[in-house]
Every structure is written in structure tokens, then in C-alpha cells.
T-cell receptor, first 115, second 108 residues
Framework: NAGVTQTPKFQVLKTGQSMTLQCAQD?????MSWYRQDPGMGLRLIHYSVGAGITDQGEVPNGYNVSRSTTEDFPLRLLSAAPSQTSVYFC??????????????FGEGSWLTVV | KNEVEQSPQNLTAQEGEFITINCSYS?????LHWLQQHPGGGIVSLFMLSSGKKKHGRLIATINIQEKHSSLHITASHPRDSAVYIC??????????FGAGTILRVKS
């Protein structure tokens, strides 16, 4: 098992550029999610999905787009990058969210800088 | 006010000391995670609990649902325990909400 795989690990973007952060899991998890981590703010939910074809917004969805066409993949798209999107991004997955006994697995993180 | 509050924000301990990190939350939850994050990023779930107490090695986690409070204890702390410890709660509705984290440094 590879677990949760995120790419790229590091990326520098210019303001206005678009890009996609990739996230894949091989554990057949229904639930996948994206978070951003900023100093002093902790982790915040951007978007999440409870299964293929189903996505919903989290706490900070503006400027980001997601889709879930397969169980395995949950890419995060930055539509027009802004310096405020400079952050560390984490993808995570779980078999059944919030159900005791089903833990959550995180990717290793993607460091994004927008200049 | 944040929905999940952790204390302390920073903690320095001597090797061997007993450590307690606290988490209070203000919303209804289905379960709570204690997460560990080492410098460089990686986040690992140490515990997920919805009631009572769990133990894994030198780590113990407790939760009191009525009081909306959880604690993470580390017995016989070691420098390799130095990390950020994050409390996160599953709100009803599939959303994970995080505390700001506790930065722990254990000195030898």
C-alpha cells in the first residue's frame, strides 16, 4: 500500500497561473479531503468528497475547484493563483469519516508559493 | 471563538517528564483525533476516539463527551516525542475541524 500520495511536493507559481495538486489513495477510501495549513491558523478544510461524483465545500473553498471522477483520485485545482494561496496543502482520506475505528491518513504535503 | 481550543500552545519538558495536552471543543462531534506532525510536514493520526480512553505505548488519550474535553498524555517523555500535536474533531456532517496545535519540545 502506498497510502495517500500527493504531488508535487514543492511548487512555485506566478500570480494568475493555474495548477492542479494531485492526490491519490489506494485504500478504497470513500472519504477524501483537502486542507491548507497556515502559520497561526492551523489546518482548514478546503473541499471534501464522500464518494465518486460527490464533492462539497469546506471552510475555505474560494479560489479552489475539485472533482472526484474515481474513488482513488481527488485533484485540487487552483484556478488563478493569488499570493494568499501560498500555503502547505494536505490531502487526506478515510474509509468512513468520523466513525470510531476508521482512522484518517494524510499525504506528505505540498508546499506552494505564489509570487 | 475557535470551535476547537488546545492548551498549552507551547510546551517544553525535560526528558522523562509526564506531559499533558488538553483539547476543548464547543460543537457536537462524532469522534476526535489526536494527530502528530513532525518538522517537515507529515501528519499521523495517533488516536481516534469517541468515548473513554485509549493507550498505545507511552501515549494515552482520554475523552469526556459530556464535558467536551479530551487530553493526550505522554509518559516518560523522550526527545523523539518533540513534534506538534493537533486535536481534530469530526463535526456531524463529514467535516474535520482542527485545533491550532501544541508545539512540544522535549529536552535531553
Amino acid at each position: 500500500n502506498a497510502g495517500v500520495t500527493q504531488t508535487p511536493k514543492f511548487q512555485v507559481l506566478k500570480t494568475g497561473q493555474s495548477m492542479t495538486l494531485q492526490c491519490a489513495q489506494d485504500m478504497n477510501h470513500e472519504y477524501m479531503s483537502w486542507y491548507r495549513q497556515d502559520p497561526g491558523m492551523g489546518l482548514r478544510l478546503i473541499h471534501y468528497s464522500v464518494g465518486a461524483g460527490i464533492t462539497d465545500q469546506g471552510e475555505v473553498p474560494n479560489g479552489y475547484n475539485v472533482s472526484r471522477s474515481t474513488t482513488e483520485d481527488f485533484p485540487l485545482r487552483l484556478l488563478s493563483a493569488a499570493p494568499s494561496q501560498t500555503s502547505v496543502y494536505f490531502c487526506a482520506s478515510s474509509y468512513s469519516p468520523g466513525y470510531s475505528g476508521n482512522t484518517i491518513y494524510f499525504g506528505e504535503g505540498s508546499w506552494l508559493t505564489v509570487v | 471563538k475557535n470551535e476547537v481550543e488546545q492548551s498549552p500552545q507551547n510546551l517544553t519538558a525535560q526528558e522523562g517528564e509526564f506531559i499533558t495536552i488538553n483539547c476543548s471543543y464547543s460543537v457536537g462531534i462524532s469522534a476526535l483525533h489526536w494527530l502528530q506532525q513532525h518538522p517537515g510536514g507529515g501528519i499521523v493520526s495517533l488516536f481516534m476516539l469517541s468515548s473513554g480512553k485509549k493507550k498505545h505505548g507511552r501515549l494515552i488519550a482520554t475523552i469526556n463527551i459530556q464535558e467536551k474535553h479530551s487530553s493526550l498524555h505522554i509518559t516518560a517523555s523522550h526527545p523523539r516525542d518533540s513534534a506538534v500535536y493537533i486535536c481534530a474533531v469530526w463535526r456531524h456532517g463529514n467535516k474535520l475541524v482542527f485545533g491550532a496545535g501544541t508545539i512540544l519540545r522535549v529536552k535531553s
